[in-house]
């Protein structure tokens, strides 16, 4: 059985943090790179943050250099802490594999306003 179950997300002002938490069922987890995705009114879901088994990570040009990706593989979690804040980053994440399965958890809502 898959589970995805994200959240962390909330109401925070520019230049602000958040961090987002997924847990993850073991079957997807322990075997695939994990990603946060993340989707804005009107627009198309997009991947910001990959993490491979290994650690290895990868970054949108968007959130380059303010996001960070991590995962604890005891506990089938991947994180992202998410500095620097953005209006634009106000979205709906999601954490999937990467690529993604056609699966998606409930996703948390972030929202950047002053």
């Known amino acids: 059985q898959v589970q995805l179950v994200e959240s962390g997300g909330g109401l925070v002002q520019p230049g602000g943090s958040l961090r987002l938490s997924c847990a993850a069922s073991?079957?997807?987890?322990?075997?695939?790179?994990m990603g946060w995705y993340r989707q804005a009114p009107g627009k198309q879901r997009e991947l910001v943050a990959l993490?491979?088994?290994?650690?290895?990570?990868t970054y949108a040009d968007s959130v380059k250099g303010r996001f960070t990706i991590s995962r604890d593989n005891a506990k089938n979690t991947v994180y992202l802490q998410m500095n620097s804040l953005k209006p634009e980053d106000t979205a709906v994440y999601y954490c999937?594999?990467?690529?993604?399965?056609?699966?998606w958890g409930q996703g948390t809502q972030v929202t950047v306003s002053s």
């Open positions: 993490i491979t088994r290994d650690g290895k990570t």
């Open positions: 073991r079957n997807i987890f322990s075997i695939n790179p």
């Open positions: 999937n594999t990467a690529p993604s399965i056609n699966y």
